[in-house]
């Protein structure tokens, strides 16, 4: 695959094999959303490290006063794509536990394989927010451009985009459509199927996320 500015591929030693386990279809639902978790945790500690928003604060120790830098309180929404994006939502609370959420419902449509949207409900003022764009597959990406085409249109400027696994076919057409957003993927895969399934994968996270098969 082609490189681009705008696509960060992990190589985490922690994160690869939380993933490996995560591709095991032995998994147990439970296990399966505990790891997705705690590899969003990670993802963004990585991702964010360099451009949180921050602010100065006088922090009073028991031996003196000190200026410290603090995130800035309601700086940054979490907006995953329904329904397999909620499973990373908690891994972002983890480091940020006051940020807000919002969710943008789209599915894929088996016959087209392109994205039906189905419900949008965003915080007020997200416009302003640094902007956190989640779900764990980025398979043909048509799901990820539109949701980051539609908090454009919302006036969003500053948006990053997060998925566990991509193909490279999801990540070369959001990097193309959307070169001012800055995506992570912890691992890319092979390619697609016929069926616009990533390989090898790990099969349809949000059944697995939810036990729905």
């Known amino acids: 695959m082609k490189q681009y500015d705008n696509v960060v591929i992990f190589d985490h030693p922690l994160i690869k094999h939380k993933i490996a386990i995560l591709r095991d279809e032995n ?5 399966f959303r505990e790891l997705v978790e705690e590899i969003t945790t990670l993802m ?13 604060k006088e922090v009073k120790t028991p031996l003196e006063v000190c200026t410290q830098r ?18 990373m939502v908690n891994g972002i609370h983890v480091l940020f536990p006051s940020a807000r959420v919002g969710h943008i419902g789209m599915y894929r449509d088996e016959e087209t394989l392109q994205p039906q949207s189905y419900y949008c409900k965003l915080p007020t003022g997200i416009e302003e927010k640094l902007v956190l764009v989640v779900d764990p ?22 948006i ?8 490279p076919e ?37 059944d697995r996320l939810f036990g729905t098969k």
């Open 27 to 31: 998994t147990s639902m439970k296990e």
């Open 160 to 167: 990053k985009f997060m998925a566990i696994i991509g193909a």
């Open 137 to 158: 597959m980025l398979a043909t990406g048509g799901s990820a451009c539109d949701a980051i085409q539609l908090l454009k249109d919302r006036g969003c400027k500053h």
């Open 70 to 87: 603090v995130v800035k309180d309601n700086a940054i929404v979490i907006v995953p794509i329904l329904r397999a994006g909620l499973g």
């Open 44 to 56: 963004t500690y990585e991702s964010l490290k360099e451009d949180v928003p921050t602010t100065e």
């Open 170 to 206: 999801g990540v070369t057409r959001v990097a193309e459509a959307h070169p001012d957003v800055k995506i992570y993927v912890s691992t890319l895969d092979r390619c697609l199927n016929d069926k616009g399934y990533i390989l090898p994968g790990l099969g349809d996270a949000g």
